[in-house]
């Protein structure tokens, strides 16, 4: 009897997805694979073949674990604290995204220790109070950088930033935030600086237009199938998930199941048990609210969900074990979405498709059912 859950990252959607960005950007397209590409896996090559010019990390680590699998398209790296190894990004040819003072003379400093030119993408705070220089702190971080040009230890190659609100096209908010990086991006150049690259939308951004305008386009959940302004039928979701019944059994009305008893069965009913849980990231508010599909037909999650086990009741039909059910995937077939998923976790798909953990097994297959999304 299969005893594992499976993972399936269906590559010809991420594909597909990848293609239609790169159309609609002008062939301008970061892929974002930052977190394990969604939890996506090893999909570099393949987002690299269908359009993407350049890939898009948080971490150092992320970067270089990309290079040493052989990725040689440009990379940029946009969250590291001051202590991060500069000095390896640097001699890697990773771009490396600046924030602060701080960091800008912590990148020149090992730049100047390999002897080897940093490049440097400049991030502006533009309304959401997270990461990037605030405006105030703008011109002096721009003024220092040039400084450094001359010394030769970075090159500006970039300017970056991040909408707050672009999965709300008609929110005043987007506008400011477009006029606050028009000016930043000025005033690198009146500061000497000759940026290559601009980048301010990601994808909801890029969806709703409202970052259109700034050069390259920053597309992480995109990729994956996840619309997060809900503007788009273009896009495939891009994974399926699925496992295993382990046992099942009959009950009796007035049954109860799981931890704190909350729910009680009103019928006569069949119960299979599944080896997956919060444990595996599926998440646990979605207790007594979910579906699975299980021999065509959607069926509840009932009870709580425990770290490696849930609870589907199967009604009339007794589920044999090993029998094959499907937790989420594209639609095709009628079985639940990750949005879906979402929305009984009251989160969004992105936190659903990030948390599947590592004792799922991972499969990555070239063809996906049609979605029906």
């Not at 293609?19 to 892929?31: D, E, I, P, R, W």
């Not at 924030?99 to 020149?108: D, F």
């Not at 030769?152 to 990086?181: K, T, W, Y």
């Not at 994956?224 to 382990?246: E, K």
């Amino acid at each position: 009897m299969p005893s594992t859950s499976e993972l399936v990252v269906h590559d010809d959607a991420i594909r597909a997805n990848t293609a239609y960005f790169a159309s609609v950007t002008g062939n301008q397209l970061m892929a974002v694979l930052k977190a394990d590409a969604f939890g996506h896996g090893a999909i570099a090559q393949s987002v690299l073949d269908a359009g993407a010019t350049s890939i898009g990390v948080t971490s150092i680590d992320e970067a270089l674990k990309l290079r040493n699998a052989g990725v040689r398209a440009p990379i940029l790296s946009w969250l590291n604290a001051i202590d991060a190894d500069f000095g390896a990004a640097v001699q890697a040819e990773v771009d490396i995204a600046v924030s602060s003072l701080a960091l800008l003379h912590a990148v020149g400093r090992a730049a100047s220790l390999v002897g080897q030119r940093a490049r440097v993408h400049l991030h502006v705070d533009v309304g959401m109070a997270r990461d990037g220089a605030p405006t105030d702190a703008w011109a002096t971080l721009c003024h220092i950088a040039r400084e450094l040009e001359a010394l030769g230890s970075v090159r500006v190659v970039g300017v970056m930033g991040h909408m707050s609100c672009a999965d709300r096209p008609d929110h005043p908010q987007n506008q400011r935030e477009r006029l606050i990086f028009a000016n930043a991006v000025r005033t690198a150049r009146r500061r000497g600086l000759a940026p290559s690259v601009t980048h301010l939308a990601a994808t909801a951004a890029t969806l709703t237009g409202v970052g259109s305008g700034f050069g390259v386009h920053r597309i992480g959940a995109g990729l994956f199938g996840i619309d997060p302004s809900g503007t788009t039928d273009h896009l495939r979701p891009a994974l399926s998930l699925t496992t295993h019944v382990v046992t099942t059994r009959e009950i009796a009305a007035g049954t109860s199941v799981g931890y704190g008893l909350d729910h009680v069965a009103d019928r006569r009913t069949n119960l299979a048990l599944l080896p997956i849980g919060y444990g595996d990231g599926l998440p646990r508010a979605a207790s007594n609210r979910a579906d699975v599909l299980v021999r065509g037909r959607r069926r509840p999650l009932v009870g709580r969900f425990s770290m490696d086990m849930m609870v589907v009741d199967t009604g009339d039909d007794r589920i044999a074990p090993g029998e094959s059910v499907t937790v989420f995937g594209p639609g095709a077939h009628g079985e639940p979405t990750v949005a879906e998923w979402a929305g009984w976790a009251d989160t969004i798909e992105h936190e659903i498709v990030t948390r599947v953990g590592m004792r799922v097994g991972r499969i990555h297959r070239t063809k996906t059912p049609e979605n029906h999304r």
